[in-house]
């Protein structure tokens, strides 16, 4: 017990000495996802990716493709343990995106890496913009079935 502590002190005083929130080691970042089904998931097809590649998408691209070239670059550096540069990609995503709504996944990968930077105000902001993406993805989604389902009455009515 005494050795955890210490190590939290050694990692407390990096935080405080640090203008930057920092992430923790790589083995707790390692663990915490690892924790996280939808984790994996997402990091499968990322492992398949080439680093080289997807850093050159990401420069030559533009806009809304621009965003999600950066993500996936992000998701390539989560899948290589290589998370300061991973929350640097998320970052970049999301000031891609300005002119666009940030992706979802984005939003919420973004938010997760500022959590564990102790950015607990940025983390707040960014799961409350997720939170409102979702609630519009959802509302969008509702209309198009509702759409669809007017289409199909009145097809089957004849109307």
């Known amino acids: 017990m005494e050795a955890a502590l210490e190590r939290r002190k050694v990692f407390q005083a990096k935080l405080d000495a640090s203008p930057e929130p920092s992430l ?3 083995h707790t970042v390692s ?3 690892e924790s996280f089904s939808a984790v994996t998931a997402s990091l499968a097809d990322a492992k398949k990716g080439d680093l080289a590649q997807l850093e050159a998408a990401a ?3 533009s806009g809304a493709d621009k965003a999600d070239a950066l993500h996936a670059l992000g998701l390539k550096q989560v899948s290589l343990k290589t998370f300061p540069a991973a929350l ?3 970052l970049a995503a999301k000031a891609a995106s300005v002119a666009a709504p940030s992706s979802l996944d984005n939003l919420e990968w ?6 564990l930077s102790y950015d607990m105000q940025g983390a ?4 409350r913009e997720a939170l409102g993406a979702r609630e519009a993805t959802a509302a969008a989604e509702g209309s198009q079935r509702s759409a ?3 289409v199909k009455i009145a097809a089957s009515t004849g109307c």
Request: no cysteine; hydrophobic share 50%.
């Open 88 to 90: 640097s990609s998320f």
């Open 124 to 127: 707040l902001k960014t799961y």
């Open 110 to 115: 973004l938010g997760l890496f500022q959590h």
């Open 31 to 33: 663990m915490f996802l």
């Open 24 to 26: 923790p080691t790589e």
């Open 148 to 150: 669809d389902l007017e």
């Open 59 to 61: 420069a030559a691209a």
